[in-house]
């Protein structure tokens, strides 16, 4: 690989497919690294298996910068399993190879708060998956010490085109698309910060790219909270029906099924505001995230042209 050249990984999934677009945009020479061939224009395609350490190694050998944001199944199960290995076998070929690390993080490591997120706001897990991801940001903070260069972006929920594991997009948006009232987590009057994943994207090109990003973590650009009951009756209509899928809902739907039983461990950041301040790095890069009418709008051409 040349200098100047950025590697995505886990650049299949819908985080990673709009942070390689956002890299081609900037007339970067990404490489997408996934299981299997990626399928973006502009992007050099390259398989790998993060969980493979000599995977890792190879695909990073030459590389400016990485982009680590993969997905592993929604499980905490698997996150605990998947999680430190990738981890490890990431930082250990960063460091042996001089790249420098963009992460891609989300809030569960913050656990339960009744006030704004900032980036200044303590690690204090109180779920399984939130433990987990904390785990990781020590570890990068314990190889930052050893000499790894790393910036972590931190994103809200997100929801966007193509973004088939988002709570809003999965009950919420999908059913509006096909003529059906949506659906809200526990509490549809709760303000609740939602990042658009194309947003996601860009912002983590600019962290790769722009010197004054490095070495610190950002929150990602989201727009200002709406309720549950506001993003849907934009979907929808102003007076479009509003259904809420309860706590009692889903610990009985957790007994069958594992998405309702992962989804209900988080069901906490739906009882109470779900504020995230991304003032820094808007401020920092002049950058503003998509008004949410036109993220729902884009969002929901995608599902409608899907189901075509």
Request: aromatic share 8%; net charge neutral; with cysteine.
């Amino acid at each position: 690989m040349s200098a100047d050249r950025h590697v995505v990984l886990g650049g299949n999934g819908v985080a990673g497919r709009e942070t390689v677009r956002a890299l081609v945009r900037a007339g970067r020479s990404p490489v997408s690294v996934g299981r299997r061939p990626s399928a973006v224009d502009g992007a050099t395609s390259a398989t790998g298996d993060l969980l493979d350490a000599a995977d890792v190694a190879r695909v990073l050998d030459g590389a400016e910068v990485a982009y680590l944001v993969v997905a592993p199944a929604y499980s905490a199960r698997v996150w605990a399993q998947q999680w430190p290995v990738i981890a490890r076998n990431v930082v250990d070929a960063a460091l042996e190879h001089g790249v420098r690390l963009v992460y891609l993080d989300n809030v569960y490591a913050y656990g339960e708060l009744r006030g704004p997120m900032t980036e200044q706001t303590a690690l204090r897990p109180n779920s399984r998956k939130g433990a987990i991801r904390a785990d990781v940001v020590r570890a990068l903070e314990a190889a930052s010490a050893c000499g790894l260069d790393v910036t972590i972006g931190r994103s809200a929920d997100f929801y966007g085109p193509g973004a088939d594991t988002s709570a809003f997009d999965l009950f919420g948006l999908a059913p509006i698309a096909r003529g059906k009232p949506g659906s809200w987590l526990v509490d549809a009057d709760q303000p609740h910060s939602l990042t658009y994943t194309p947003d996601v994207g860009a912002a983590l090109a600019v962290l790769g790219t722009d010197p004054a990003a490095r070495g610190r973590t950002w929150h990602l650009p989201t727009a200002p909270a709406l309720t549950g009951r506001e993003y849907l009756r934009l979907a929808a209509g102003p007076t479009a029906r509003v259904k809420v899928i309860g706590r009692a809902t889903l610990r009985i739907g957790a007994l069958f099924s594992t998405p309702a039983r992962e989804t209900l461990e988080m069901a906490y950041q739906y009882e109470a505001p779900y504020l995230f301040d991304s003032t820094a790095f808007e401020s920092a890069f002049g950058v503003a995230a998509t008004p949410v009418e036109e993220g729902i709008a884009a969002t929901l051409r995608a599902l409608r042209a899907a189901a075509r």
